[in-house]
């Protein structure tokens, strides 16, 4: 998992890039809006459903028990949701194409595409997941990174100079990906008993608003960015996710802690080793502390060199910016980590509550009046420091009382997600 996870990073990294070089600032502006509703839309709506099916799956093996009816069940589910993912889209065309796409029609299309996309691609984790295929995951997260790559290469090597075929990669990515992965595969499911939608948890709408709301603290810069930029301010939001990749780099690396993470401390919990919960989560604050610290000094010194590097000439970010970015993206990690110890407890509702302070004090920020990277900048290190504190605040009293209370008088675990997924870059 962490070899396949490092190559959809890289891959994901050299994707961006062959398409800044070749579209340029301000047509990659429009890409990057894509990007970012791609991915606040479809992991943030559907990595739920991968996690239940997963969950749910697991169970039914170890009792020896068909997963077909649940796996019909949760496609039903997946597919219902697309729908009105797709029916939102085009309900919402005009200010999408007009405001955040410079009227390229194909990036609405692209968006459309991949979020039915990832719709089957979270079914098909879950299901890999559920299976203990975790080969077979892994060669998903990394197969998809890697078709996006191969596709930007060929479009650079003929010349295309618009976002409109770079846009199309990202939509087709994930159902190309999905098939090798499945090629060759079969009794993944079998016949079993029906499945009520009661087995998916009763607690999947409050992962699912939980996912989504993380999903659009993380991603809604460079939206914010594309949205209320003025005249001779095209290029801002692509300059925005060129820094913000580059400061997300140790939030993509702590997905592969995220893997083992909750279910390590779900483990603890249920076990009664309260004691060593708290100190684990203790050592992992210190862990994330850390990294974020480095990380953020990292970022402020060699940041804009490294954008510039990577990205182009066109895409200058100042030590300032960076600086924002990357402290925004540490102070994220810790509101995940604990975030994780809060769904560990059961807390599926109050970690919720978490994740909307964040979005809430994201969209109060954005009300200074300063620059337009530096508003949307600080609107995002208000956000993610609303959530971690929000979070802190939530967990303390569970913190305190684990162990001394009886189990009912603490949130009832539902559900253990296999991973929970900050952010594509």
Same mark, same amino acid.
């Not at 496609?75 to 009227?103: E, Q, W, Y």
């Not at 999947?204 to 991603?219: D, E, K, M, P, R």
């Given at each position: ?11 994901? &990294? ?98 459309? +595409? ?10 098909? =984790? ?6 203990? +295929? ?13 078709? =996006? +790559? ?24 994930? &159902? ?64 925005? +996710? ?184």
């Amino acid at each position: 998992m962490g070899v396949w996870l490092g190559l959809n990073g890289l891959a994901t &990294y050299g994707f961006l890039a062959i398409a800044a070089r070749s579209v340029g600032a301000n047509r990659y502006s429009a890409l990057s809006a894509l990007w970012a509703l791609a991915f606040l839309a479809g992991p943030g709506c559907f990595l739920p459903l991968e996690q239940e099916v997963g969950r749910s799956l697991a169970a039914r093996r170890a009792r020896g028990v068909g997963s077909g009816p649940l796996v019909r069940r949760a496609a039903l589910a997946g597919a219902v949701l697309a729908g009105v993912l797709v029916i939102a889209v085009l309900a919402l065309s005009g200010p999408l194409v007009d405001g955040l796409f410079d009227g390229q029609i194909a990036l609405l299309f692209a968006l459309m +595409l991949v979020l039915v996309g990832y719709g089957f691609e979270h079914l098909t =984790r879950g299901v890999l997941a559920g299976n203990d +295929l975790f080969g077979r995951y892994g060669f998903l997260l990394g197969g998809e990174g890697l078709l =996006r +790559l191969a596709g930007a290469v060929v479009l650079a090597a003929i010349g295309v100079a618009t976002v409109g075929p770079f846009g199309l990669l990202v939509g087709l990515a994930p &159902y190309a990906a999905s098939g090798i992965a499945l090629f060759g595969r079969s009794g993944l499911t079998g016949p079993g008993p029906p499945a009520p939608w009661g087995e998916l948890s009763s607690s999947l709408g409050y992962l699912f608003a939980g996912s989504l709301l993380a999903q659009t603290l993380v991603n809604a810069g460079p939206l914010a960015t594309q949205a209320l930029a003025g005249h001779g301010e095209g290029g801002a939001a692509g300059r925005f +996710l060129a820094g913000l990749v580059l400061a997300r780099v140790p939030l993509f690396l702590f997905q592969a802690v995220q893997a083992a993470l909750l279910p390590n401390l779900s483990g603890l919990h249920g076990a009664g080793r309260h004691a060593e919960f708290r100190r684990g989560l203790r050592r992992l604050m210190v862990a994330v502390g850390t990294i974020g610290a480095l990380a953020t000094i990292g970022a402020a010194v060699l940041g804009p060199w490294a954008v510039r590097l990577l990205f182009g000439d066109d895409f200058r970010l100042a030590h300032r910016d960076m600086f924002f970015l990357a402290l925004g993206s540490a102070v994220f990690m810790a509101a995940l980590a604990l975030a994780q110890a809060l769904l560990a407890l059961g807390g599926q509702r109050r970690a919720v509550l978490g994740w909307l302070s964040g979005v809430g004090a994201f969209a109060l920020a954005l009300l200074i009046h300063t620059s337009l990277l530096l508003r949307v900048e600080i609107a995002y290190l208000a956000g993610t420091a609303a959530a971690a504190l929000c979070v802190v605040a939530l967990l303390a009293k569970p913190l305190r009382t684990a162990g001394s209370a009886p189990k009912s008088d603490l949130f009832t675990p539902r559900s253990v997600p296999l991973v929970i997924e900050p952010t594509e870059l």
